[in-house]
């Protein structure tokens, strides 16, 4: 038949036009492969350059495969779409920054991965830094590093207040064993989030404490005596007198 070929995947004839499609769609594919795998190379040089090293501060790979795949090609709106396999060469670039991130809800540091763009010769990473923008490499290595030691610092001080809380609890427990002792979040407009331990007792009257974990010791934070909260006005004018 004038004008097609027999399309060997599919098993149909492809006209001439389908056919300089397939052709165009295979050679811009293998075009795309090496700009993928010259950027690959062109980034990872850039990295090392700068002082970082490979499987410390990132990991790198890149895949180049020949595949078969059912692709679209043409437009619907002049009705020239079709779906045919081609075999064409594809590359896939994973470049990634390694670091490590505290998990306050496991109380584990835990390894993670930050994607980054790269413009020219700076690189862009909002994970690690503070404004969104472009820094040179050697700046976004000691930011990358800064970053993980803040990680190891939030576990170092995770770890003194888990125990703190833990060894306050058990003093005031032995201390007074009737009383409920407990630890729980509380929260203040500047202070933010923190933990008190509290002592509570049957009447009602309780102490909290909060944590110190520069000093390794607690601290009075709050009181509270239900009975005098019983006492009227006339009883507290009486019970000052006497103070």
């Known amino acids: 038949m004038t004008g097609k070929q027999l399309d060997l995947f599919e098993g149909v004839l492809l006209t001439a036009d389908q056919q300089e499609k397939v052709n165009t769609y295979i ?29 410390t501060h990132f990991e790198e790979s890149c895949k180049t495969t020949i595949e078969t795949r059912t692709v679209k ?8 779409d079709f779906e045919t396999e081609v075999t064409a060469e594809y590359s896939q670039s994973d470049i990634y920054l390694l670091g490590q991130s505290f998990d306050s809800y496991k109380g ?6 930050f994607y980054f763009d790269v413009e020219k010769d700076k690189i862009q990473c909002g994970s690690i830094t503070e404004q969104y923008r472009y820094y040179k490499p050697r700046t976004l290595l000691e930011k990358l590093k800064e970053h993980n030691l803040n990680a190891e610092y939030q576990f170092e001080e995770h770890q003194k207040k888990t125990n703190l809380e833990k060894s306050v609890i058990e003093k005031y427990t032995k201390l007074y064993p009737n009383a409920a002792i407990i630890a729980k979040d509380d929260w203040s407009k500047y202070g933010g989030s923190y933990r008190v331990v509290e002592v509570r007792f049957a009447s009602g009257s309780y ?34 007198s006497k103070q």
């Open 73 to 80: 090609l043409g437009y619907t709106y002049n009705n020239t």
């Open 207 to 240: 102490i909290q404490f909060k944590l110190d974990t520069y000093n390794l010791k607690e601290y009075l934070y709050k009181k509270h005596d239900a009975e005098f909260e019983k006492l009227t006005a006339e009883e507290l004018l009486d019970k000052f």
């Open 27 to 55: 050679e811009n594919c293998k075009k795309n492969s090496e700009y993928i795998q010259k950027k690959h190379l062109n980034v990872v040089g850039l990295l090392l350059m700068n002082g970082f090293c490979k499987d």
């Open 108 to 113: 584990k540091v835990k390894p993670i991965k």
